[in-house]
């Protein structure tokens, strides 16, 4: 725009500004953080091994109680 009328040449940058949107993941796609599931406070720990279920202690993740009955590392019932 020499003259400041609009009558100049058509940029031909990358087309990359903020307007430009379209392709991208949006938010909410992953499944947190270490690939836990987010199943809440309730639910069941289940052994692997023996498979016999104890009831879910919120703040205390299943891989970190050991089974009752055999000593396994428990998991979270999905």
Do not use: W
């Not at 100049?8 to 938010?27: D, E, I, L």
Request: contains cysteine.
């Amino acid at each position: 725009m020499p003259k400041g009328d609009g009558t100049g040449p058509m940029g031909a940058g990358p087309g990359t500004g903020r307007g430009m949107g379209g392709s991208g993941m949006g938010q909410g796609q992953g499944r947190g953080r270490m690939g836990g599931f987010g199943l809440g406070a309730g639910g069941n720990c289940v052994c692997p091994s023996c498979r016999k279920t104890i009831p879910h202690q919120q703040g205390v993740p299943c891989t970190q109680v050991k089974c009752p009955a055999c000593g396994a590392a428990m998991t979270r019932e999905r």
